[in-house]
């Protein structure tokens, strides 16, 4: 069983640095959509595990954050496709919790879930704190130049403490990533 671990905001939705607050500003990123879709036709589980700090700021509140949910699930639905799983993490950066990223608590989480034996698991995020997290989880690591891509490049390339992650592959978003994905697939 293949699973792909995507972040939400700046992976499937475009981000914001003052929050995603309401449905109405949950906008998919173009494509991410349609990749998600041809991974469900791949028969590859599509799971998304997201911090949500802006709960604990009151920036939100829980029903909001369905209500995005469920408009990301109603697009896909149109489309063909599905979520089989999300996990949020609704604490904020001081609350030492398990689950935010780049603690690995979600990712352990969604691969205990799938109770399968036999998983091949990679995470596609936009952050630094997506990179720790799959690696802390034990699991691949993709880096899209969507969201805050651009910027954890740059933290990538002049932090020493994060060098390790200079060889994680980078796409231009997620459809790109998600037709190498399907490609290296085919090939094996």
Same mark, same amino acid.
Not at 99 to 104: A, I, L, N, S, V
Not at 151 to 156: D, F, L, V
């Given at each position: ?9 700046? =992976? ?18 173009? &494509? ?15 799971? =998304? ?12 509140? =829980? ?17 063909? &496709? ?85 060889? =994680? ?20």
């Amino acid at each position: 069983m293949t699973m792909i671990i995507l972040d939400r905001d700046g =992976v499937i939705n475009y981000d914001s640095d003052a929050y995603i607050k309401s449905v109405e500003e949950f906008i998919p990123i173009p &494509g991410s959509l349609e990749a998600i879709v041809r991974l469900n036709a791949a028969g590859i589980q599509v799971t =998304v595990v997201t911090n949500q700090s802006g709960i604990a700021r009151g920036y939100y509140d =829980v029903e909001t954050l369905q209500a995005m949910h469920l408009k990301l699930a109603n697009l896909l639905t149109t489309m063909g &496709g599905k979520i089989d799983r999300i996990y949020f993490c609704p604490h904020g950066p001081t609350d030492n919790c398990s689950c935010r990223k780049p603690k690995p608590g979600m990712l352990q989480q969604a691969l205990q879930d799938l109770d399968e034996k036999a998983i091949h698991a990679t995470m596609i995020g936009d952050s630094v704190s997506d990179l720790a997290a799959a690696e802390a989880a034990g699991v691949g690591s993709i880096l899209v130049r969507t969201g805050k891509g651009e910027r954890s490049i740059k933290s990538i390339e002049e932090n020493n403490t994060y060098k390790r992650y200079r060889k =994680v592959a980078v796409y231009d978003d997620l459809n790109a990533a998600v037709t190498d994905i399907l490609l290296k697939a085919s090939d094996k």
